[in-house]
């Protein structure tokens, strides 16, 4: 099991930016896969990106891409999401997630190791 924690969500104006970055507890970051999830009211929990141990080989939901960056620092043991453009819809809570295992990577199942969420509102 490792810790993560969430920093950098906040409000901001429609067409704004924010970094999200994540924060592991893992001995062993570059061995965990990364992801974020989000949440908004009254949804299920959605895929946003993942990246692979190396930072190699980024996935995006269809409606981020071109918009969001995924990318991790295995020496700083921290994972970020960079978020340009960003609309009303993007408004949620952010979770990030890790995970040894090699399966998919946009489904939660696939992890068990989550933060405890950032929120992200945007404002029109």
């Known amino acids: 099991q490792v810790t993560l924690v969430e920093s950098g969500g906040g409000l901001v104006q429609a067409g704004g930016s924010l970094r999200l970055s994540c924060a592991s507890s893992?001995?062993?970051?570059?061995?965990?896969?990364m992801a974020w999830f989000r949440r908004a009211p009254g949804e299920e929990r959605k895929f946003v990106a993942a990246?692979?141990?190396?930072?190699?080989?980024?996935h995006y939901a269809d409606s981020v891409k071109g918009r969001f960056t995924i990318s991790r620092d295995n020496a700083k043991n921290t994972v970020y999401l960079h978020m340009i453009s960003l609309k009303p819809e993007d408004t949620a809570v952010y979770y990030c997630?890790?995970?040894?295992?090699?399966?998919?990577?946009?489904?939660?199942?696939?992890?068990?190791?989550w933060g405890q969420g950032t929120q992200v509102t945007v404002s029109s």
């Open positions: 893992a001995r062993t970051f570059s061995n965990y896969a």
């Open positions: 990246v692979s141990r190396t930072g190699g080989t980024p």
């Open positions: 997630a890790a995970t040894i295992q090699r399966l998919s990577a946009i489904m939660p199942v696939s992890y068990d190791n």
